[in-house]
């Protein structure tokens, strides 16, 4: 060990590590994280930080499962991975039924990848498709929504909100496409329907976020405008998309968000908190619709897509064992019981002098402010704290896993009203 809290691999390996989201000419040296467990990171310097942000909201379950752990162990004893091209195996068709039944509707045909940016790539690539399959031409935009976020790869990116979505710089480099306000109300609806209108002949899809905008900025919109965004795509016959990866498996109080709406899209995509936040996994699922556009006698119709690990058996069991979660184990009830205890314990900060909004939806509690603060040093401050919280942009968040107990979700949440009044007292 060169010191007490940075061991010997972090000294020799930062140097050669490129991290997400950093300026590494400038990044202070990331906490070294040693062991998880339940709702805790513990750090080479022996302190335990209370997690509030599930690992890009992955780890809904918490860290280190045992259920979780001891499927991904039998599965790794028998048969890590395998080749789905020409072969099928057990975790992999378990997991497409099993998603096929919980998720509404018609959403039965699965197609798996290995991360939630290149399952946005294949929704893409599939809605792109199945218009020229029909011998439809020239549908080849897709409509998408300010504080849009969906990935980082050229497509997902070209979806994104330029700005929010953490992508300018890329700005006509990118495919075009149509970026447009959310609509909330009946002049917002009458300018999207002009939108639909307008582009019929070349929109191949809508793709939205249902009810929460994530990395784009934490924006909620209700259940009543999902649900007339999807009736608006069905009126001018423009498929939607629905990117369920961050809002997926619980996170806003139902086990998918769109069920709220009561609603069902053509496509949906799902990572994330499938596989608990244990093993890269994600899952493009298309409704009858999509899926019957590819059958024909001519295979040149068929979906010409095949990640090397797609359908991961150590990945599908994982996610089975997740899913195995979901039933026995009451996880919606304490995404409710957390989503009270955010809004009671969060309310102080409503007050603040520079807060902008206070705001809850499920596992979800979002302190937002008037500008974007010094990230780096309310990070630090939450560290100090001993607390995990990740701002971003002018956003401080909590998406703890839904088995932390009151306590150390209280602990969260005086960090984050300790923070943030310090800062308004200082800004
Ligand atoms: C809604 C949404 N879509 C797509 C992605 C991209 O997923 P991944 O980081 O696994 O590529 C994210 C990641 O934050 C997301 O929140």
Same mark, same amino acid.
């Given at each position: 060990?060169?010191?007490?809290?940075?061991?010997?691999?972090?000294?020799? *390996?930062?140097?050669?590590?490129?991290?997400?989201?950093?300026?590494?000419?400038?990044?202070?040296?990331?906490?070294?994280?040693?062991?998880?467990?339940?709702?805790?990171?513990?750090?080479?310097?022996?302190?335990?930080?209370?997690?509030?942000?599930?690992?890009?909201?992955?780890?809904?379950?918490?860290?280190?499962?045992?259920?979780?752990?001891?499927?991904?162990?039998?599965?790794?004893?028998?048969?890590?991975?395998?080749?789905?091209?020409?072969?099928?195996?057990?975790?992999?068709?378990?997991?497409?039924?099993?998603?096929?039944?919980?998720?509404? *509707?018609?959403?039965?045909?699965?197609?798996?990848?290995?991360?939630?940016? @290149?399952?946005?790539?294949?929704?893409?690539?599939?809605?792109?498709?199945?218009?020229?399959?029909?011998?439809?031409?020239?549908?080849?935009? +897709?409509?998408?929504?300010?504080?849009?976020?969906?990935?980082?790869?050229?497509?997902?990116?070209?979806?994104?909100?330029?700005?929010?979505?953490?992508?300018?710089? +890329?700005?006509?480099?990118?495919?075009?496409?149509?970026?447009?306000?959310?609509?909330?109300?009946?002049?917002?609806?009458?300018?999207?329907? *002009?939108?639909?209108?307008?582009?019929?002949?070349?929109?191949?899809? @809508?793709?939205?976020?249902?009810?929460?905008?994530?990395?784009?900025?934490?924006?909620?919109?209700?259940?009543?405008?999902?649900?007339?965004?999807?009736?608006?795509?069905?009126?001018?016959?423009?498929?939607?998309?629905?990117?369920?990866?961050?809002? %997926? +498996?619980?996170?806003?109080?139902?086990?998918?968000?769109?069920?709220?709406? %009561?609603?069902?899209?053509?496509?949906?995509?799902?990572?994330?908190?499938?596989?608990?936040?244990?093993?890269?996994?994600?899952?493009?699922?298309? *409704?009858?619709?999509?899926?019957?556009?590819?059958?024909?006698?001519?295979?040149?119709?068929?979906?010409?897509?095949?990640?090397? +690990?797609?359908?991961?058996?150590?990945?599908?069991?994982?996610?089975?064992?997740?899913?195995?979660?979901?039933?026995?184990?009451?996880?919606?009830?304490?995404?409710?019981?957390?989503?009270?205890?955010?809004?009671?314990?969060?309310?102080?900060?409503?007050?603040?002098?520079?807060?902008?909004?206070?705001?809850?939806?499920?596992?979800?509690? /979002?302190?937002?402010?008037?500008?974007?603060?010094?990230?780096?040093?309310?990070?630090?401050?939450?560290?100090?704290?001993? /607390?995990?919280?990740?701002?971003?942009?002018?956003?401080?968040?909590?998406?703890?896993?839904?088995?932390?107990?009151?306590?150390?979700?209280?602990?969260?949440?005086?960090?984050?009203?300790?923070?943030?009044?310090?800062?308004?007292?200082?800004?």
């Amino acid at each position: 060990m060169s010191a007490p809290d940075r061991p010997d691999w972090s000294e020799t *390996g930062f140097p050669h590590i490129w991290l997400p989201y950093a300026q590494m000419k400038t990044a202070p040296p990331p906490a070294a994280a040693v062991r998880t467990e339940g709702a805790h990171i513990h750090l080479a310097d022996g302190r335990v930080l209370v997690d509030g942000v599930s690992s890009w909201w992955t780890a809904c379950h918490g860290y280190n499962h045992p259920h979780i752990r001891a499927a991904i162990t039998r599965q790794l004893e028998c048969m890590p991975h395998v080749m789905l091209g020409g072969l099928v195996h057990e975790p992999a068709l378990t997991l497409a039924r099993r998603l096929s039944d919980l998720l509404p *509707g018609d959403l039965g045909h699965v197609f798996f990848s290995e991360s939630g940016s @290149v399952s946005v790539e294949i929704a893409l690539k599939m809605a792109l498709q199945f218009w020229i399959n029909q011998g439809v031409r020239g549908r080849s935009e +897709f409509v998408a929504f300010d504080y849009a976020y969906h990935g980082d790869t050229i497509g997902a990116m070209s979806v994104c909100d330029p700005e929010e979505g953490m992508h300018a710089l +890329f700005a006509g480099v990118l495919p075009a496409q149509q970026i447009v306000p959310l609509p909330v109300d009946d002049a917002g609806f009458e300018a999207f329907e *002009g939108v639909l209108r307008a582009g019929r002949d070349r929109i191949a899809a @809508v793709i939205l976020e249902p009810l929460v905008q994530a990395a784009g900025g934490m924006k909620f919109h209700s259940a009543d405008v999902l649900r007339r965004i999807a009736e608006a795509c069905r009126a001018h016959d423009i498929l939607l998309i629905l990117d369920e990866i961050a809002t %997926g +498996f619980g996170r806003t109080g139902s086990l998918f968000a769109c069920e709220q709406a %009561g609603i069902c899209p053509d496509i949906v995509t799902l990572s994330k908190a499938l596989t608990g936040g244990t093993l890269p996994l994600a899952a493009t699922v298309a *409704g009858d619709r999509v899926y019957d556009g590819f059958l024909a006698d001519d295979f040149g119709h068929a979906l010409m897509h095949g990640p090397t +690990f797609t359908g991961n058996p150590l990945g599908c069991a994982a996610a089975n064992a997740s899913l195995d979660l979901f039933e026995s184990e009451p996880r919606l009830a304490q995404v409710a019981a957390i989503e009270v205890q955010l809004l009671s314990e969060l309310a102080p900060c409503r007050g603040l002098a520079r807060v902008a909004d206070v705001r809850c939806k499920g596992a979800i509690g /979002v302190v937002q402010l008037d500008r974007v603060p010094d990230l780096d040093g309310l990070r630090r401050r939450f560290l100090e704290a001993g /607390v995990w919280v990740r701002p971003f942009g002018d956003v401080i968040y909590l998406m703890p896993p839904f088995v932390i107990a009151p306590d150390d979700l209280s602990t969260l949440t005086a960090a984050v009203c300790t923070v943030v009044s310090e800062w308004s007292a200082g800004a």
